[in-house]
């Protein structure tokens, strides 16, 4: 049918770590995802998307094969995969924080091995088998690597001499007790798209529309609005004390004397901000919080 209502984008997002943080940005993004407990089907409150959670590992490889006309998952994944899509948009988001994921070469606190050319001769378990191997090759390290269904941490160093595996904040390794050796590779999500999906003119423009609004919601993650009212002679005085307000509007209140501020702000430097705006004269001020910024 070429009817427009029936026109489909099916997306698939990721189950396990990234679930939670991928479901609330659709949710800032403007979607509202009701995902059932035990439903790999969540609906959506918009009729053009179809939505399927799979695990982060698979979804570069069904999007590659066309079962997909997109999806999103790390870019880690994605690689591991040598999946052939096009990228539609870096999303960069994690689980816990704004930081990446860094797949690293992990040893215990107090183990020996202080280099990659350590490694020599040792076993590593990993469930980034290609990641591990391209890296052992280039450092010309001969090692056994052995596939890990996860729990990785808990191998070194009874079953293995290292591992390489996922951290975001460092928590993980601290109660573990483990040593990072070197870095293989940092990772956000990846928005991606079938090159057949990106090659359809509706899916493409529905797919970078969602990209936008992804990436507005994302943007507006850690910044704020901020409005005042100052006297007019002060103006000066805030803009030079202040550089954080960066080019702020200004518009003249009525009656004369007092002009309105209004800027964005990065959250962080607020509450530095909101006192000093006080002790300039500033009054009415407000802070509020934004849903999208888009450039
Ligand atoms: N703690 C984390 N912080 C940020 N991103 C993470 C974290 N853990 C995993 N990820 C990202 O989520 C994706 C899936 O991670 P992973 O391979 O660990 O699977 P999972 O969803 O955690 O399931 P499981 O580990 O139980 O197999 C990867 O792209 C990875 O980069
Ligand atoms: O540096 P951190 O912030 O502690 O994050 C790292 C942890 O996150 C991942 O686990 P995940 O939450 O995916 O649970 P899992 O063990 O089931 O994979 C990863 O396997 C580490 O255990
Ligand atoms: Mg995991």
Not at 172 to 194: C, G, H, W
Request: one cysteine or more; a negative charge.
């Amino acid at each position: 049918m070429s009817d427009k209502s029936t026109q489909l984008l099916r997306i698939g997002l990721p189950k396990g770590s990234l679930q939670e943080p991928t479901m609330d940005l659709f949710n800032r993004a403007g979607y509202n995802i009701i995902a059932h407990s035990r439903s790999y089907r969540p609906s959506v409150d918009d009729k053009e998307l179809e939505i399927r959670l799979l695990r982060a590992q698979e979804i570069g490889r069904y999007v590659d094969l066309g079962f997909l006309d997109c999806g999103i998952t790390g870019r880690d994944w994605i690689a591991e995969n040598g999946a052939d899509v096009e990228v539609v948009a870096d999303l960069r988001y994690s689980k816990a924080t704004s930081l990446p994921t860094r797949w690293v070469l992990v040893v215990p606190e107090d183990s020996p091995i202080k280099t990659v050319q350590d490694l020599q001769g040792k076993r590593i378990a990993t469930e980034a088998m290609g990641l591990t191997k391209t890296y052992l090759e280039k450092h010309g390290v001969q090692a056994d690597i052995e596939f890990s269904w996860g729990a990785t941490e808990v191998k070194v160093p009874e079953l293995v001499d290292a591992i390489v595996d996922i951290t975001e904040t460092g928590s993980s390794l601290r109660a573990n007790k483990l040593r990072i050796v070197d870095t293989l590779m940092e990772s956000y999500p990846q928005f991606v798209s079938s090159k057949a999906a990106y090659l359809d003119p509706w899916k493409r423009k529905k797919m970078e529309r969602l990209a936008l609004l992804l990436n507005g919601a994302l943007e507006a993650r850690y910044k704020v609005g901020l409005k005042l009212n100052l006297p007019e002679h002060k103006l000066e005085a805030m803009l030079h004390q202040l550089p954080s307000l960066r080019r702020p509007t200004i518009s003249h209140l009525a009656g004369g004397g007092w002009v309105a501020v209004e800027t964005i702000i990065d959250e962080s430097v607020v509450r530095e901000i909101i006192p000093e705006l006080k002790a300039l004269g500033a009054e009415g001020i407000i802070e509020y919080p934004l849903n999208k910024v888009v450039h």
